[in-house]
Protein backbone atom coordinates (compact mmCIF):
# COMPACT_ATOMS: atom_id res chain seq x y z
CA UNK A 1 0.00 0.00 0.00
CA UNK A 2 1.27 3.47 -0.80
CA UNK A 3 1.26 5.47 1.91
CA UNK A 4 -1.93 8.38 1.70
CA UNK A 5 0.27 11.72 2.39
CA UNK A 6 2.18 11.29 -0.74
CA UNK A 7 1.32 13.51 -4.02
CA UNK A 8 1.47 13.08 -7.53
CA UNK A 9 -2.16 11.04 -7.47
CA UNK A 10 -4.82 11.23 -9.84
CA UNK A 11 -8.36 10.88 -9.64
CA UNK A 12 -9.95 8.37 -12.32
CA UNK A 13 -13.90 8.78 -11.92
CA UNK A 14 -15.79 5.84 -13.67
CA UNK A 15 -18.32 6.69 -15.06
CA UNK A 16 -19.97 4.32 -18.50
CA UNK A 17 -16.61 3.03 -18.85
CA UNK A 18 -16.52 0.24 -15.60
CA UNK A 19 -13.20 -1.78 -17.09
CA UNK A 20 -9.40 -1.91 -16.70
CA UNK A 21 -8.55 -2.82 -20.69
CA UNK A 22 -8.81 -0.04 -22.92
CA UNK A 23 -9.72 2.55 -20.19
CA UNK A 24 -7.90 5.73 -21.99
CA UNK A 25 -8.49 7.54 -18.41
CA UNK A 26 -6.69 4.63 -16.51
CA UNK A 27 -3.89 4.93 -19.42
CA UNK A 28 -3.36 8.60 -19.32
CA UNK A 29 -2.74 8.29 -15.62
CA UNK A 30 -0.48 5.05 -16.18
CA UNK A 31 1.74 6.99 -19.00
CA UNK A 32 2.16 9.89 -16.54
CA UNK A 33 3.32 7.71 -13.49
CA UNK A 34 -0.18 8.89 -11.17
CA UNK A 35 -1.31 7.21 -8.26
CA UNK A 36 -4.91 6.08 -9.58
CA UNK A 37 -7.69 6.88 -6.88
CA UNK A 38 -10.13 4.89 -8.62
CA UNK A 39 -13.81 6.59 -7.89
CA UNK A 40 -17.78 5.94 -8.80
CA UNK A 41 -19.71 8.48 -7.96
CA UNK A 42 -23.78 6.82 -8.07
CA UNK A 43 -25.85 10.65 -8.80
CA UNK A 44 -30.07 10.07 -8.31
CA UNK A 45 -30.89 13.18 -9.59
CA UNK A 46 -28.18 12.14 -13.02
CA UNK A 47 -30.58 11.46 -16.13
CA UNK A 48 -33.32 13.28 -14.65
CA UNK A 49 -36.89 11.33 -16.28
CA UNK A 50 -34.10 9.15 -17.86
CA UNK A 51 -32.20 8.27 -15.13
CA UNK A 52 -31.11 4.49 -15.36
CA UNK A 53 -33.93 1.60 -15.39
CA UNK A 54 -34.04 -1.42 -12.44
CA UNK A 55 -32.63 -3.89 -15.07
CA UNK A 56 -29.92 -1.55 -15.82
CA UNK A 57 -29.26 -0.62 -12.02
CA UNK A 58 -28.56 -4.49 -11.71
CA UNK A 59 -26.28 -4.50 -14.67
CA UNK A 60 -24.53 -2.03 -13.13
CA UNK A 61 -24.88 -2.65 -9.68
CA UNK A 62 -22.90 -6.17 -10.77
CA UNK A 63 -20.49 -4.48 -12.53
CA UNK A 64 -19.28 -2.03 -10.08
CA UNK A 65 -19.38 -4.98 -7.94
CA UNK A 66 -16.77 -7.03 -10.72
CA UNK A 67 -14.78 -3.71 -11.04
CA UNK A 68 -14.13 -3.59 -7.33
CA UNK A 69 -12.83 -6.84 -7.00
CA UNK A 70 -10.11 -6.42 -9.88
CA UNK A 71 -9.05 -3.36 -8.41
CA UNK A 72 -8.79 -4.71 -5.22
CA UNK A 73 -6.54 -7.62 -6.64
CA UNK A 74 -4.09 -4.88 -8.02
CA UNK A 75 -3.95 -3.34 -4.51
CA UNK A 76 -6.42 -0.72 -4.90
CA UNK A 77 -10.33 0.37 -3.65
CA UNK A 78 -12.52 1.38 -5.78
CA UNK A 79 -14.41 4.25 -3.68
CA UNK A 80 -18.25 4.52 -3.84
CA UNK A 81 -19.89 8.14 -3.40
CA UNK A 82 -23.34 8.88 -3.28
CA UNK A 83 -24.67 12.29 -4.83
CA UNK A 84 -23.34 15.17 -7.29
CA UNK A 85 -19.86 14.71 -9.03
CA UNK A 86 -19.35 18.19 -8.80
CA UNK A 87 -19.12 18.30 -5.31
CA UNK A 88 -17.85 14.93 -4.08
CA UNK A 89 -15.17 14.91 -6.80
CA UNK A 90 -13.01 18.32 -5.62
CA UNK A 91 -13.72 17.51 -1.93
CA UNK A 92 -12.15 13.84 -2.82
CA UNK A 93 -8.88 15.71 -4.37
CA UNK A 94 -8.41 17.79 -1.84
CA UNK A 95 -8.83 14.86 1.00
CA UNK A 96 -6.56 12.69 -0.52
CA UNK A 97 -4.40 15.28 -2.50
CA UNK A 98 -4.94 14.24 -5.71
CA UNK A 99 -3.82 17.47 -8.05
CA UNK A 100 -6.20 15.99 -11.41
CA UNK A 101 -9.15 14.30 -11.95
CA UNK A 102 -9.34 11.91 -15.05
CA UNK A 103 -12.71 10.46 -16.79
CA UNK A 104 -14.15 9.30 -19.78
CA UNK A 105 -17.08 11.61 -21.88
CA UNK A 106 -20.58 10.86 -21.82
CA UNK A 107 -23.21 11.96 -24.40
CA UNK A 108 -26.46 12.21 -23.26
CA UNK A 109 -27.91 15.53 -22.59
CA UNK A 110 -28.23 14.92 -18.56
CA UNK A 111 -24.19 13.94 -18.57
CA UNK A 112 -23.26 16.57 -20.72
CA UNK A 113 -24.74 18.62 -18.14
CA UNK A 114 -23.28 17.26 -14.89
CA UNK A 115 -19.31 16.83 -16.92
CA UNK A 116 -20.20 20.95 -17.54
CA UNK A 117 -20.50 20.96 -13.58
CA UNK A 118 -17.49 19.10 -12.50
CA UNK A 119 -15.20 21.00 -14.71
CA UNK A 120 -16.56 24.11 -13.39
CA UNK A 121 -16.41 22.97 -9.75
CA UNK A 122 -12.37 21.47 -10.31
CA UNK A 123 -11.76 24.39 -11.84
CA UNK A 124 -12.72 26.53 -8.91
CA UNK A 125 -10.84 24.10 -7.11
CA UNK A 126 -7.60 24.80 -8.81
CA UNK A 127 -7.50 20.91 -9.68
CA UNK A 128 -6.90 19.88 -13.42
CA UNK A 129 -9.14 17.47 -15.49
CA UNK A 130 -8.71 15.32 -19.15
CA UNK A 131 -11.61 13.94 -20.05
CA UNK A 132 -11.67 11.04 -23.27
CA UNK A 133 -13.68 8.94 -25.54
CA UNK A 134 -13.61 5.96 -24.00
CA UNK A 135 -16.96 4.62 -24.97
CA UNK A 136 -17.27 5.18 -29.00
CA UNK A 137 -15.50 4.58 -31.91
CA UNK A 138 -15.90 8.40 -33.04
CA UNK A 139 -17.12 11.35 -31.51
CA UNK A 140 -20.57 12.59 -32.36
CA UNK A 141 -19.20 15.61 -33.45
CA UNK A 142 -16.52 14.39 -35.49
CA UNK A 143 -18.58 13.89 -38.52
CA UNK A 144 -20.58 15.84 -40.65
CA UNK A 145 -22.61 15.95 -44.02
CA UNK A 146 -21.64 17.98 -47.46
CA UNK A 147 -23.33 20.76 -45.65
CA UNK A 148 -21.48 20.87 -42.09
CA UNK A 149 -24.69 19.64 -40.93
CA UNK A 150 -25.48 16.29 -38.96
CA UNK A 151 -26.48 13.49 -40.80
CA UNK A 152 -29.81 12.59 -40.64
CA UNK A 153 -29.49 9.45 -42.40
CA UNK A 154 -27.59 6.26 -41.82
CA UNK A 155 -26.59 5.35 -44.89
CA UNK A 156 -24.35 8.27 -46.08
CA UNK A 157 -23.28 8.60 -42.26
CA UNK A 158 -21.71 5.02 -42.40
CA UNK A 159 -20.16 5.45 -46.16
CA UNK A 160 -18.41 8.50 -45.22
CA UNK A 161 -17.21 6.90 -41.48
CA UNK A 162 -16.65 3.21 -42.23
CA UNK A 163 -12.73 4.30 -44.17
CA UNK A 164 -12.04 5.95 -40.68
CA UNK A 165 -13.74 4.98 -37.98
CA UNK A 166 -11.68 1.85 -36.89
CA UNK A 167 -9.06 2.83 -34.04
CA UNK A 168 -6.87 0.76 -32.31
CA UNK A 169 -7.16 0.14 -28.66
CA UNK A 170 -4.94 1.17 -26.13
CA UNK A 171 -2.01 -1.34 -25.04
CA UNK A 172 -0.85 -1.22 -21.49
CA UNK A 173 -0.17 -3.69 -18.97
CA UNK A 174 -2.73 -3.94 -16.60
CA UNK A 175 -1.24 -5.67 -14.01
CA UNK A 176 1.22 -2.72 -13.09
CA UNK A 177 -1.95 0.20 -13.02
CA UNK A 178 -0.54 1.83 -9.74
CA UNK A 179 -3.85 1.79 -7.82
CA UNK A 180 -3.64 4.20 -4.50
CA UNK A 181 -5.43 2.03 -2.00
CA UNK A 182 -7.52 4.66 0.40
CA UNK A 183 -7.43 3.75 4.22
CA UNK A 184 -10.73 3.61 4.23
CA UNK A 185 -13.99 3.62 2.40
CA UNK A 186 -16.60 6.33 1.29
CA UNK A 187 -19.82 4.18 1.01
CA UNK A 188 -19.84 0.51 0.12
CA UNK A 189 -21.81 -0.52 -3.15
CA UNK A 190 -24.79 -1.75 -1.28
CA UNK A 191 -25.26 2.05 0.05
CA UNK A 192 -25.98 3.05 -3.30
CA UNK A 193 -28.98 0.85 -3.10
CA UNK A 194 -28.75 0.30 -7.17
CA UNK A 195 -30.81 -3.08 -6.97
CA UNK A 196 -34.69 -2.68 -6.65
CA UNK A 197 -36.71 -3.96 -4.27
CA UNK A 198 -39.15 -6.02 -5.63
CA UNK A 199 -36.28 -8.65 -6.89
CA UNK A 200 -37.69 -10.21 -10.18
CA UNK A 201 -34.60 -9.21 -11.63
CA UNK A 202 -33.18 -11.77 -9.62
CA UNK A 203 -33.50 -14.16 -12.69
CA UNK A 204 -31.05 -12.51 -14.61
CA UNK A 205 -28.25 -14.24 -13.22
CA UNK A 206 -29.15 -17.19 -14.86
CA UNK A 207 -28.78 -15.56 -18.01
CA UNK A 208 -25.90 -13.01 -17.66
CA UNK A 209 -22.50 -13.13 -15.98
CA UNK A 210 -21.78 -9.57 -15.60
CA UNK A 211 -18.03 -9.19 -15.70
CA UNK A 212 -14.50 -7.63 -18.18
CA UNK A 213 -13.89 -11.09 -18.13
CA UNK A 214 -17.47 -12.44 -19.55
CA UNK A 215 -17.34 -9.80 -22.01
CA UNK A 216 -13.90 -10.94 -23.47
CA UNK A 217 -15.29 -14.44 -23.58
CA UNK A 218 -18.42 -12.95 -25.36
CA UNK A 219 -16.30 -11.37 -27.97
CA UNK A 220 -14.51 -14.40 -28.39
CA UNK A 221 -17.76 -16.43 -28.78
CA UNK A 222 -18.45 -13.93 -31.30
CA UNK A 223 -15.94 -13.82 -33.07
CA UNK A 224 -15.33 -17.85 -33.25
CA UNK A 225 -19.51 -18.73 -33.59
CA UNK A 226 -21.14 -15.34 -34.69
CA UNK A 227 -20.06 -12.96 -36.70
CA UNK A 228 -18.84 -15.41 -40.07
CA UNK A 229 -22.84 -16.70 -40.21
CA UNK A 230 -24.43 -13.31 -39.23
CA UNK A 231 -25.70 -11.94 -42.16
CA UNK A 232 -27.96 -14.98 -42.38
CA UNK A 233 -28.88 -16.20 -38.83
CA UNK A 234 -28.71 -12.66 -36.86
CA UNK A 235 -32.89 -12.41 -37.72
CA UNK A 236 -33.43 -15.58 -36.13
CA UNK A 237 -34.51 -15.13 -33.03
CA UNK A 238 -34.44 -18.98 -31.59
CA UNK A 239 -30.80 -18.98 -32.43
CA UNK A 240 -27.97 -17.47 -30.87
CA UNK A 241 -26.99 -15.84 -34.24
CA UNK A 242 -26.07 -12.03 -32.18
CA UNK A 243 -23.38 -11.30 -30.64
CA UNK A 244 -25.30 -10.39 -27.14
CA UNK A 245 -22.18 -7.59 -26.86
CA UNK A 246 -24.79 -5.10 -25.49
CA UNK A 247 -24.97 -4.70 -21.98
CA UNK A 248 -21.55 -5.60 -22.18
CA UNK A 249 -21.25 -2.25 -24.47
CA UNK A 250 -23.73 -0.27 -22.08
CA UNK A 251 -21.86 -0.06 -19.15
CA UNK A 252 -18.58 0.08 -21.03
CA UNK A 253 -17.60 -3.57 -19.67
CA UNK A 254 -15.82 -3.47 -23.03
CA UNK A 255 -15.13 -0.85 -26.13
CA UNK A 256 -16.30 -0.73 -29.46
CA UNK A 257 -12.98 -0.45 -30.49
CA UNK A 258 -12.36 -4.20 -28.77
CA UNK A 259 -15.20 -5.75 -30.54
CA UNK A 260 -14.16 -4.31 -33.61
CA UNK A 261 -10.18 -5.17 -33.58
CA UNK A 262 -11.04 -8.40 -32.82
CA UNK A 263 -13.49 -8.73 -35.74
CA UNK A 264 -11.85 -7.50 -37.89
CA UNK A 265 -8.51 -9.55 -36.75
CA UNK A 266 -10.46 -12.42 -37.54
CA UNK A 267 -11.42 -11.20 -40.90
CA UNK A 268 -7.93 -10.77 -41.94
CA UNK A 269 -6.90 -14.04 -40.80
CA UNK A 270 -9.98 -16.26 -42.43
CA UNK A 271 -12.24 -15.67 -45.25
CA UNK A 272 -15.63 -15.06 -43.47
CA UNK A 273 -18.56 -13.36 -44.84
CA UNK A 274 -20.34 -11.75 -41.98
CA UNK A 275 -18.10 -9.44 -40.46
CA UNK A 276 -19.18 -6.12 -42.59
CA UNK A 277 -22.81 -6.91 -41.65
CA UNK A 278 -22.14 -7.11 -37.86
CA UNK A 279 -19.79 -3.75 -37.98
CA UNK A 280 -22.43 -1.59 -39.74
CA UNK A 281 -24.72 -2.71 -36.12
CA UNK A 282 -21.68 -1.20 -34.16
CA UNK A 283 -22.03 1.65 -36.64
CA UNK A 284 -25.86 2.29 -36.05
CA UNK A 285 -24.63 2.33 -32.27
CA UNK A 286 -22.31 5.50 -33.23
CA UNK A 287 -24.92 6.83 -35.85
CA UNK A 288 -27.83 7.17 -32.70
CA UNK A 289 -25.29 8.56 -30.46
CA UNK A 290 -24.06 11.15 -33.21
CA UNK A 291 -28.01 11.57 -33.62
CA UNK A 292 -28.96 12.25 -29.88
CA UNK A 293 -25.85 14.21 -29.39
CA UNK A 294 -26.61 16.85 -31.79
CA UNK A 295 -30.68 16.60 -31.42
CA UNK A 296 -30.41 15.95 -27.68
CA UNK A 297 -34.75 16.74 -27.23
CA UNK A 298 -35.11 13.67 -29.15
CA UNK A 299 -35.47 10.83 -26.17
CA UNK A 300 -39.15 12.84 -25.35
CA UNK A 301 -39.77 14.61 -28.98
CA UNK A 302 -40.12 13.17 -32.57
CA UNK A 303 -36.95 14.16 -34.40
CA UNK A 304 -39.78 15.17 -37.41
CA UNK A 305 -41.71 17.50 -35.87
CA UNK A 306 -45.05 16.62 -37.57
CA UNK A 307 -45.16 13.20 -35.67
CA UNK A 308 -46.02 15.57 -32.40
CA UNK A 309 -49.65 16.02 -33.35
CA UNK A 310 -50.13 11.93 -33.95
CA UNK A 311 -53.37 11.10 -32.58
CA UNK A 312 -51.48 8.56 -30.22
CA UNK A 313 -54.69 6.77 -27.73
CA UNK A 314 -54.50 6.61 -23.89
CA UNK A 315 -55.03 2.92 -23.15
CA UNK A 316 -53.45 2.10 -20.04
CA UNK A 317 -55.67 -1.91 -20.40
CA UNK A 318 -53.78 -2.46 -24.26
CA UNK A 319 -50.19 -0.70 -22.41
CA UNK A 320 -50.41 -3.45 -19.28
CA UNK A 321 -51.73 -6.69 -21.77
CA UNK A 322 -48.38 -5.13 -24.35
CA UNK A 323 -46.07 -5.08 -21.43
CA UNK A 324 -47.22 -8.61 -19.90
CA UNK A 325 -47.24 -9.92 -23.42
CA UNK A 326 -50.73 -11.38 -23.48
CA UNK A 327 -51.94 -9.50 -26.25
CA UNK A 328 -52.83 -12.51 -28.26
CA UNK A 329 -49.83 -12.08 -30.86
CA UNK A 330 -47.36 -14.92 -29.76
CA UNK A 331 -44.22 -12.94 -31.74
CA UNK A 332 -44.93 -9.99 -29.81
CA UNK A 333 -46.03 -11.95 -26.70
CA UNK A 334 -42.46 -14.33 -27.01
CA UNK A 335 -40.55 -11.07 -27.23
CA UNK A 336 -42.20 -9.15 -24.08
CA UNK A 337 -41.88 -12.38 -22.34
CA UNK A 338 -37.91 -12.60 -23.21
CA UNK A 339 -37.25 -9.14 -22.00
CA UNK A 340 -38.94 -9.46 -18.35
CA UNK A 341 -37.59 -12.98 -18.25
CA UNK A 342 -34.14 -12.08 -19.26
CA UNK A 343 -34.08 -8.30 -19.59
CA UNK A 344 -33.02 -8.87 -23.33
CA UNK A 345 -34.68 -9.16 -26.64
CA UNK A 346 -33.80 -10.18 -29.93
CA UNK A 347 -33.87 -7.46 -32.27
CA UNK A 348 -35.75 -8.52 -35.20
CA UNK A 349 -38.68 -8.93 -31.90
CA UNK A 350 -37.71 -5.65 -31.12
CA UNK A 351 -38.51 -3.99 -34.16
CA UNK A 352 -41.91 -6.17 -34.16
CA UNK A 353 -43.36 -5.84 -30.17
CA UNK A 354 -42.75 -2.10 -31.05
CA UNK A 355 -44.16 -1.68 -34.30
CA UNK A 356 -47.66 -3.47 -32.91
CA UNK A 357 -47.42 -0.98 -29.77
CA UNK A 358 -47.25 2.08 -32.03
CA UNK A 359 -49.39 0.63 -35.05
CA UNK A 360 -51.73 -1.79 -33.78
CA UNK A 361 -52.46 -0.18 -30.40
CA UNK A 362 -51.45 3.01 -31.35
CA UNK A 363 -49.99 3.90 -27.84
CA UNK A 364 -47.29 6.53 -28.14
CA UNK A 365 -43.63 5.60 -28.51
CA UNK A 366 -42.43 7.29 -25.63
CA UNK A 367 -44.78 4.79 -23.34
CA UNK A 368 -42.66 1.76 -25.37
CA UNK A 369 -39.53 3.58 -24.58
CA UNK A 370 -40.02 3.93 -21.40
CA UNK A 371 -40.77 0.40 -20.72
CA UNK A 372 -37.57 -1.07 -22.64
CA UNK A 373 -35.64 1.61 -20.42
CA UNK A 374 -36.95 -0.19 -17.42
CA UNK A 375 -36.72 -3.43 -18.41
CA UNK A 376 -33.53 -3.79 -20.73
CA UNK A 377 -30.25 -4.44 -19.23
CA UNK A 378 -28.63 -3.01 -22.47
CA UNK A 379 -30.85 0.13 -21.48
CA UNK A 380 -28.66 3.12 -23.52
CA UNK A 381 -30.46 6.31 -24.19
CA UNK A 382 -28.85 7.07 -28.12
CA UNK A 383 -29.83 3.32 -29.14
CA UNK A 384 -33.30 3.10 -27.29
CA UNK A 385 -34.43 6.47 -28.46
CA UNK A 386 -33.30 5.98 -32.30
CA UNK A 387 -35.03 2.39 -32.41
CA UNK A 388 -37.99 3.55 -30.90
CA UNK A 389 -38.32 6.25 -33.05
CA UNK A 390 -37.36 3.87 -36.16
CA UNK A 391 -40.36 2.11 -35.02
CA UNK A 392 -43.09 4.60 -35.07
CA UNK A 393 -41.87 6.27 -38.28
CA UNK A 394 -40.99 9.96 -36.94
CA UNK A 395 -37.10 9.34 -36.35
CA UNK A 396 -34.00 9.63 -38.73
CA UNK A 397 -33.92 7.20 -41.28
CA UNK A 398 -37.04 5.76 -40.30
CA UNK A 399 -39.30 3.00 -42.09
CA UNK A 400 -42.64 5.23 -43.16
CA UNK A 401 -45.48 4.92 -40.59
CA UNK A 402 -47.39 3.26 -43.52
CA UNK A 403 -45.25 0.42 -43.19
CA UNK A 404 -46.45 -1.87 -40.87
CA UNK A 405 -45.19 -5.36 -39.80
CA UNK A 406 -47.72 -7.93 -39.87
CA UNK A 407 -47.05 -9.79 -36.53
CA UNK A 408 -48.33 -12.83 -37.94
CA UNK A 409 -46.51 -12.77 -40.84
CA UNK A 410 -43.19 -11.86 -38.78
CA UNK A 411 -43.54 -15.05 -36.40
CA UNK A 412 -43.76 -17.28 -39.91
CA UNK A 413 -40.98 -15.96 -41.42
CA UNK A 414 -38.61 -15.63 -39.11
CA UNK A 415 -39.17 -18.67 -36.39
CA UNK A 416 -40.70 -21.07 -39.05
CA UNK A 417 -41.14 -23.91 -36.99
CA UNK A 418 -42.23 -21.42 -34.05
CA UNK A 419 -39.46 -22.42 -31.60
CA UNK A 420 -38.85 -18.80 -30.37
CA UNK A 421 -42.33 -18.65 -29.25
CA UNK A 422 -43.28 -21.89 -27.70
CA UNK A 423 -39.79 -20.94 -25.91
CA UNK A 424 -41.60 -18.23 -24.19
CA UNK A 425 -45.22 -19.29 -24.52
CA UNK A 426 -45.28 -22.55 -22.69
CA UNK A 427 -49.41 -22.42 -23.19
CA UNK A 428 -48.58 -22.86 -26.93
CA UNK A 429 -46.06 -25.75 -26.84
CA UNK A 430 -48.03 -28.45 -28.24
CA UNK A 431 -49.50 -26.42 -31.26
CA UNK A 432 -48.64 -27.34 -34.82
CA UNK A 433 -46.23 -24.61 -36.40
CA UNK A 434 -48.76 -24.01 -38.92
CA UNK A 435 -50.91 -22.45 -36.21
CA UNK A 436 -48.19 -21.32 -33.23
CA UNK A 437 -48.53 -17.41 -35.13
CA UNK A 438 -52.53 -17.32 -35.22
CA UNK A 439 -53.90 -19.47 -32.58
CA UNK A 440 -57.59 -17.66 -32.79
CA UNK A 441 -57.46 -19.67 -36.44
CA UNK A 442 -56.61 -23.05 -35.41
CA UNK A 443 -59.44 -25.79 -35.50
CA UNK A 444 -61.33 -26.34 -31.94
CA UNK A 445 -60.56 -29.60 -31.81
CA UNK A 446 -56.89 -29.34 -32.19
CA UNK A 447 -56.76 -26.15 -29.82
CA UNK A 448 -58.11 -28.70 -27.25
CA UNK A 449 -55.69 -31.79 -28.16
CA UNK A 450 -52.85 -29.13 -27.92
CA UNK A 451 -54.11 -27.96 -24.49
CA UNK A 452 -54.19 -24.30 -25.92
CA UNK A 453 -57.40 -22.43 -24.05
CA UNK A 454 -58.14 -19.34 -25.83
CA UNK A 455 -58.83 -16.80 -23.51
CA UNK A 456 -57.94 -19.27 -20.62
CA UNK A 457 -54.06 -20.35 -20.70
CA UNK A 458 -53.63 -17.71 -23.32
CA UNK A 459 -55.37 -14.51 -24.82
CA UNK A 460 -57.09 -14.15 -27.79
CA UNK A 461 -55.90 -10.92 -29.99
CA UNK A 462 -56.30 -7.93 -28.60
CA UNK A 463 -56.89 -6.32 -32.04
CA UNK A 464 -58.03 -7.59 -35.15
CA UNK A 465 -55.21 -7.27 -37.51
CA UNK A 466 -56.60 -6.12 -40.66
CA UNK A 467 -58.55 -3.41 -38.29
CA UNK A 468 -55.71 -2.39 -36.43
CA UNK A 469 -53.92 -1.47 -39.54
CA UNK A 470 -56.72 0.31 -41.56
CA UNK A 471 -56.99 2.61 -38.21
CA UNK A 472 -53.59 3.57 -38.21
CA UNK A 473 -53.35 4.54 -41.58
CA UNK A 474 -56.53 6.45 -40.66
CA UNK A 475 -53.80 8.27 -37.96
CA UNK A 476 -51.65 8.71 -40.12
CA UNK A 477 -53.85 10.60 -42.93
CA UNK A 478 -54.51 13.14 -40.42
CA UNK A 479 -50.95 14.39 -40.20
CA UNK A 480 -50.23 17.74 -41.93
CA UNK A 481 -47.38 17.06 -45.30
CA UNK A 482 -44.22 17.02 -43.54
CA UNK A 483 -42.88 20.29 -42.07
C1 LIG B 1 -37.27 -0.48 -30.33
C2 LIG B 1 -35.80 -0.77 -30.16
C3 LIG B 1 -35.15 -0.42 -28.98
C4 LIG B 1 -33.78 -0.69 -28.81
N1 LIG B 1 -33.17 -0.34 -27.63
C5 LIG B 1 -31.84 -0.57 -27.47
C6 LIG B 1 -31.18 -0.22 -26.27
O1 LIG B 1 -31.76 0.35 -25.34
N2 LIG B 1 -29.86 -0.52 -26.16
C7 LIG B 1 -29.16 -1.12 -27.17
O2 LIG B 1 -27.96 -1.37 -27.01
N3 LIG B 1 -29.76 -1.42 -28.33
C8 LIG B 1 -31.07 -1.18 -28.52
N4 LIG B 1 -31.67 -1.53 -29.70
C9 LIG B 1 -30.84 -2.02 -30.81
C10 LIG B 1 -30.66 -3.55 -30.91
O3 LIG B 1 -31.89 -4.20 -30.80
C11 LIG B 1 -29.72 -4.10 -29.84
O4 LIG B 1 -28.53 -3.36 -29.82
C12 LIG B 1 -29.36 -5.56 -30.14
O5 LIG B 1 -30.51 -6.35 -30.20
C13 LIG B 1 -28.44 -6.07 -29.04
O6 LIG B 1 -28.16 -7.42 -29.22
P1 LIG B 1 -26.71 -7.90 -29.64
O7 LIG B 1 -25.69 -7.31 -28.74
O8 LIG B 1 -26.75 -9.38 -29.75
O9 LIG B 1 -26.58 -7.23 -31.08
P2 LIG B 1 -25.67 -7.63 -32.34
O10 LIG B 1 -26.59 -7.92 -33.45
O11 LIG B 1 -24.67 -8.63 -32.00
O12 LIG B 1 -24.97 -6.24 -32.71
C14 LIG B 1 -23.71 -5.85 -32.14
C15 LIG B 1 -23.85 -4.51 -31.45
O13 LIG B 1 -24.23 -3.52 -32.40
C16 LIG B 1 -25.09 -2.56 -31.78
N5 LIG B 1 -26.40 -2.58 -32.45
C17 LIG B 1 -26.99 -3.64 -33.05
N6 LIG B 1 -28.16 -3.26 -33.62
C18 LIG B 1 -28.30 -1.94 -33.33
C19 LIG B 1 -29.30 -0.97 -33.65
N7 LIG B 1 -30.38 -1.27 -34.38
N8 LIG B 1 -29.15 0.30 -33.18
C20 LIG B 1 -28.07 0.65 -32.45
N9 LIG B 1 -27.07 -0.23 -32.14
C21 LIG B 1 -27.19 -1.50 -32.58
C22 LIG B 1 -25.26 -2.99 -30.32
O14 LIG B 1 -24.33 -2.28 -29.55
C23 LIG B 1 -24.93 -4.48 -30.38
O15 LIG B 1 -24.45 -4.98 -29.16
C24 LIG B 1 -33.04 -1.28 -29.87
C25 LIG B 1 -33.72 -1.63 -31.05
C26 LIG B 1 -35.07 -1.38 -31.20
C27 LIG B 1 -35.76 -1.76 -32.49
Not at 130 to 138: A, C, E, K, P
Not at 234 to 248: A, K
Not at 455 to 481: E, F, K, Q, W
Request: hydrophobic letters at 35%; a negative charge; proline letters at 7%.
Amino acid sequence: MIAEASSNKSIVWFRKDLRLLDHPALGYAFERNKEIIPVFIWDEQEGGSWAPGSASRWWLHHSLSSLAGSIEKLGGRLLFCKGSAAEILPRLAKKYRADEVYYGRTYDPSGISTQEKVEESLDQAGIETQSFNSSLLQEPWEMKNGSGKPFQVFTPYWRKSRPIIYREPLVYNTSKLPFFKTSTAESSLDDLSLLNTQNWHEKFAEHWVVSEEAAHQMIERTVDEVTHSYATRRNIPSVDGTSRLSPYLAWGLVSPRQICQAVLQADKEGSHRGENKFLVEIGWREFSYHLLYHFPSIPDQPLRPKYADFPWLDDPENLKLWQSGNTGYPMVDAGMRQLYETGWMHNRVRMVVASFLVKHLLLPWQEGARWFWDTLVDADLASNTQGWQWAAGCGADAAPYFRIFNPITQGEKFDTRGIYARQWIPSLQNLPPKWTFRPWEAPADLLESSGVDLGGNYPGPCVDHSDARNRALAALATLRPQA
